[in-house]
């Protein structure tokens, strides 16, 4: 059997909207191991719009605690870390906005989709933990929001 550019791209779909770091498929003679690691960045990601002078802090160094008011957000998959819907829009939210559950925190870009990342608890957000364009792995934290 000769695997086709649509089945393979259908696959690694599949990995990276599901988390997987590796999937194995026999099917008809076709014995096939696939692996996915973390991309690497070897340059800093491109902007496509300058953000104004002191508009925006970098994010906080990750901390693996948190107080026990504080409720992680954690990405739901890998994808590009985006906090506005646009270049040159206002993020979604900054750091000391108050949001209410259900309320759009971010996009994750992902196989050119653009997924709105909300929130599941209304707060106080304390920390931004992605910077926009990062590459972000499953699960990583992305926002602590103080309830």
């Known amino acids: 059997m000769e695997l086709s550019k649509k089945t393979l791209d259908e696959l690694i779909e599949v990995m990276q909207r599901d988390g997987l770091e590796r999937l194995r498929v026999e099917y008809q003679g076709l014995d096939l191991d696939l692996r996915m690691s973390p991309a690497r960045p070897t340059s800093p990601a491109p902007t496509l719009a300058p953000a104004p002078a002191g508009v925006e802090a970098p994010p906080e160094p990750r901390s693996a605690e948190a107080p026990a008011n504080v409720r992680k957000?954690?990405?739901?998959?890998?994808?590009?870390?985006?906090?506005?819907?646009?270049?040159?829009?206002?993020?979604?939210?900054?750091?000391?906005?108050?949001?209410?559950?259900?309320?759009?925190?971010?996009?994750?870009?992902?196989?050119?989709?653009?997924?709105?990342?909300?929130?599941?608890?209304?707060?106080?957000?304390?920390?931004?933990?992605?910077?926009p364009g990062d590459l972000v792995s499953l699960q990583q934290e992305l926002f602590w929001i103080e309830t």
């Open 73 to 131: 957000v954690l990405a739901p998959l890998i994808g590009v870390f985006y906090r506005t819907a646009a270049p040159g829009a206002p993020p979604f939210v900054n750091l000391g906005d108050t949001v209410t559950s259900g309320q759009v925190l971010c996009i994750l870009e992902a196989m050119k989709l653009m997924n709105e990342i909300v929130s599941e608890h209304s707060g106080k957000i304390v920390r931004i933990c992605a910077n």
